[in-house]
């Protein structure tokens, strides 16, 4: 169980399947569980799950062609090679964290990265990434990988910005992905990793970038699975810090949706 103090409270988040170590906190965040926990509060949590059990000519029959075909074109002709490295520093995001808080997904949805949650998966040596470069040694994409015993989980993507990235160049980032994360699967194969997550999956159907997401996480096949996240308050501490929480998201929320109608209010009355 990963330890986090924030100014009130001390949380706890435990991974997959795992149980808590005892360790005295506050609460306890359950993710990626496949069934509730007792006692918790929970919320279902859709993910896309590769079984890697069969050999690599099952993972890749049960690819989208297209993107085999990425693969292929990014071994053969663009001749991509892709390295892994465990994370044993905190300096060692720096680059990374540079890339992805200028990105317009950061700013925009996800925020900048959280490196005091990254930093107890450092320490624990349960964090990797995973970069794709071209034969000049010029990176493509990274890769970040939080590694369970028998489940790997990618916790986020990031190519270094291009504000004037042509066609060509968007082809080549995209087959960069493409490798990075079939070289992946192969790798996890290797080391008898039984699955692979890519770390949600949008069950809407509005939002056009998740998906996009989507698409690209379909197009390496596995199956969409309901897991769940769950709160376990232990202490009085924490159900008193979780509820006042929710009581301010709760008005932040109806706020926002008060500021909302009025700004259609006022619209209809230009029309």
Known sequence: MFVYESRFL??????FENESNRARVDWILYRNRSRPVNGARWRYFYNRLIDLSGSADD?????????????RMAETEDK????WQMLTQGDQLEEIAMMWNQSIEAQRRWGMLNRSWLGEMISARVLEVAAVRE?????????????DKQRVQQLMSVSPPRAALSA??????NRASSFLVWRTLLRLKEQQVEYFDFGGWYPGGDD???????????????EVVQEFECQQIIT?????????????ARAKDAGSDKLRK???NRDEAHI
């Open 236 to 248: 009085l501490k924490g159900w008193l810090g979780l509820n006042a929480a929710r009581l301010i």
């Open 59 to 71: 993972l890749l029959a049960d690819m989208d062609p297209k993107t085999v075909a990425k693969i």
């Open 10 to 15: 001390k949380r706890g988040e435990v991974w």
């Open 208 to 222: 056009i970038q998740l998906l996009g997401a989507n698409a690209f996480k379909k197009s390496f096949g596995g």
């Open 262 to 264: 009025k700004e259609e």
């Open 168 to 173: 060509a160049g968007r082809a080549k980032t």
């Open 80 to 83: 991509m090679r892709c390295d």
């Open 135 to 147: 034969m000049s040694g010029e990176l493509l994409v990274y890769a970040v990988f939080f590694r």
